[in-house]
């Protein structure tokens, strides 16, 4: 081999590991073994890898850990177990201050044993007659704090529990609920300007209805539904419960929800119940539990349900801003020209306090059995 050729060999050897060299720079195109741009940014940086493109999760992380943030997942909808404490599974979302309810099917699975109940007692909560009223709460408006007074008998926190009913919220929320007792109006009563009072304010509420207000009032039954506020059973003739028979309760319970079902046909699931007159007992909260029910009750009521003999608004106004707390669910009749007058006006109150109002579905009371 002469020499000319022995250096033009050993000049390609080494031009072809340069380019060797090149290609397995960090970076470097296929097509050209030249770090681009970017890559050259990244190195600058210090960086040796691409970055994941927005919204891709690349590893997998303990949200417990201290310093990871979570992915970010559709919040469109409140998870009630986790942010609302929302009871039954029930959701929800708010469109233009119209709370809109996601309900799962009513769970009647308790019907199974049903014959439990003509021979479990229909003994009165030991610290007073079956009309229902909630322990006591004082509020002083000037400093904003609230005291409960006093509080039932331990026995009725017991059943109150046990059966998975509600008479309170989270006490250590400030957040309060609004319910209606429904189905006694006089031309409908004041129930249309309660509810343009709601819409006006944005604020759902809880109306519980019986046989006589759906079969006159449809269309404002339906209103109830459309406007974001929940249903509840108030029994189809409005009688007390605490003493009837098996046969009366499941005829009272059931032919509400036939009615309801039949009015409006597409309505959501009928899962909540209010006692008629408030009155009850643990037979009644146990019976409503088996039926797929969720017993709500009230921390809160005035002497409002009188036609003829209404409180003043002084009267009214001053009730609320003295007994006011957190958790707490109001108790009204829409047969009260006061309490439709005063309305706008405790909801501003209220707000003006600090306090939210919320769904009844927001109260968490676990899982029934």
Not at 307 to 324: C, F, G, I, N, S
Not at 326 to 338: E, K, V
């Amino acid at each position: 081999m002469t020499r000319k050729r022995m250096l033009c060999l050993l000049l390609a050897l080494l031009l072809l590991g340069g380019c060797r060299l090149r290609s397995a720079e960090p970076g470097a195109e296929e097509t050209g073994g030249v770090p681009t741009e970017t890559a050259g940014r990244r190195e600058a940086a210090g960086e040796t890898e691409e970055p994941a493109p927005t919204g891709v999760q690349t590893e997998t992380k303990d949200p417990a850990d201290p310093g990871v943030t979570p992915p970010q997942t559709d919040d469109s909808w409140s998870d009630p177990a986790e942010e609302n404490g929302a009871q039954n599974g029930v959701r929800w979302t708010v469109e233009d201050g119209v709370y809109r309810y996601e309900f799962p099917k009513r769970d009647e699975s308790g019907r199974a044993t049903i014959d439990e109940m003509y021979s479990f007692p229909q003994t009165r909560f030991s610290d007073q007659p079956d009309d229902w009223f909630g322990g006591g709460a004082k509020y002083d408006e000037s400093t904003g704090e609230a005291v409960i007074e006093w509080e039932r008998a331990p026995d009725v926190l017991e059943a109150i529990e046990k059966y998975h009913a509600i008479y309170r919220g989270d006490t250590s929320q400030k957040v309060v609920y609004l319910t209606f007792d429904t189905g006694y109006e006089k031309e409908n009563g004041y129930l249309p300007s309660i509810l343009d009072t709601l819409r006006e304010k944005a604020v759902p509420a809880a109306f519980f209805v019986n046989g006589r207000f759906i079969e006159t009032s449809p269309d404002l039954l339906k209103r109830m539904i459309d406007e974001g506020h929940i249903v509840g059973n108030h029994a189809k003739d409005h009688k007390i419960l605490s003493t009837a028979s098996v046969e009366t309760f499941l005829s009272e319970l059931d032919g509400l929800d036939a009615l309801y079902r039949q009015a409006v046909p597409d309505a959501p699931p009928m899962l909540y119940f209010r006692p008629p007159s408030g009155n009850c007992n643990p037979w009644v909260l146990k019976f409503a539990e088996k039926l797929g029910y969720t017993t709500v009750l009230y921390s809160w009521a005035y002497y409002d349900y009188v036609d003829e003999d209404q409180p003043t608004w002084d009267y009214a106004m001053e009730k609320v801003r003295t007994r006011l707390h957190p958790g707490c669910i109001f108790m009204l009749h829409t047969t009260s020209s006061t309490s439709a007058a005063i309305l706008g006006s405790v909801i501003d109150w209220v707000r003006s306090q600090g306090y939210e109002f919320l769904p009844i579905c927001d109260i968490q009371t676990g899982d029934h059995e």
